[in-house]
């Protein structure tokens, strides 16, 4: 067993095994542009580990809108200064699938996605809305070359700087295979870490950390804080689909589902 101190908490969790939409959420974001033809989500069977998961496809055409599950802070929740996010997520169902896309403009889309043709989810989005801004801590799946067949985990902290899960040496993300991303977000005053886990259970040894400067303010997370899990600003040239599942918060490290074996890697001869 590892150490864990008393103030270790697992704040929210849901694997979508039991129970009906939201499930453990407070709320789901449903097509907030009543469009099905934009958007549409369903509950499907994965077996194996993952079981019932979360999925989205995104359909070709504009759309700037929340697409997913979201979960407000409690006040018994410890967060003290450290926030833990774990997730799995899955891009496309076919191997070889260019998921991450870049997109051209498509014809009576809304001006002010045109500057972000990117492919680009927000997940999570915490801090949004309720005028907290200021203290966003953005999680991004998004592109990172563009042939379309890579994407990278990135997230923002309310300083400006982007932190790139595979900046560090680890593999970039391809179709059709699951992933657990886990960030630590931690307030150190002007000292503050980040670090971040992809199919990583060891603690000590993360894919990404860096430490330095006042990157957040622990102060700004408080009772009511939003942890949105989805949010779409962008088109797409193809229809893409997005899953996820086992979504966790905690202040201290949350690893890897079940036996914490991580899954195999992705066969050599895959792009
Ligand atoms: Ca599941
Ligand atoms: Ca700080």
Redesign the pocket.
């Known amino acids: 067993m590892l150490p864990v101190t008393s103030f270790s908490q697992v704040f929210f969790s849901e694997?979508?095994?039991s129970g009906a939409n939201p499930f453990g959420f407070d709320v789901y974001n449903d097509f907030q542009t009543n469009a099905s033809r934009w958007f549409s989500s369903t509950l499907v069977n994965e077996g194996g580990d993952?079981?019932?998961?979360w999925k989205s496809t995104f359909h070709h055409f504009c759309n700037d809108s929340y697409f997913g599950h979201d979960v407000t802070q409690k006040n018994n929740w410890n967060i003290t200064n450290r926030i833990h996010w774990r997730t799995y997520v899955k891009f496309g169902s076919r191997d070889n699938s260019p998921e991450w896309l870049t997109s051209t403009p498509v014809s009576g889309c809304a001006g002010g996605i045109a500057g972000q043709r990117s492919y680009e989810l927000k997940f999570p989005d915490i801090g949004g809305g309720g005028g907290l801004q200021l203290g966003r801590i953005i999680g991004k799946m998004r592109s990172a070359d563009s042939s379309g067949y890579y994407g990278r985990f990135r997230l923002y902290t309310p300083d400006g700087t982007n932190h790139d899960h595979d900046s560090q040496g680890a593999p970039r993300f391809i179709s059709n295979r699951w992933y657990s991303v886990e960030f630590m977000v931690e307030d150190n005053g002007n000292n503050d870490t980040v670090k971040i886990w992809i199919n990583n259970n060891n603690e000590a040894n993360p894919d990404y950390s860096y430490t330095g400067g006042n990157m957040f303010d622990s102060r700004q997370w408080s009772t009511g804080m939003a942890f949105n899990h989805g949010y779409r600003n962008h088109d797409v040239s193809r229809d893409t689909e997005f899953f996820y599942?086992?979504v966790t918060f905690s202040n201290s490290f949350i690893g890897l589902a079940g036996n914490a074996v991580a899954p195999p890697a992705p066969p050599s001869n895959l792009r």
Request: charge should be negative; proline fraction near 0%; hydrophobic fraction near 20%.
């Open positions: 694997n979508f095994e993952r079981g019932r998961v599942d086992d």
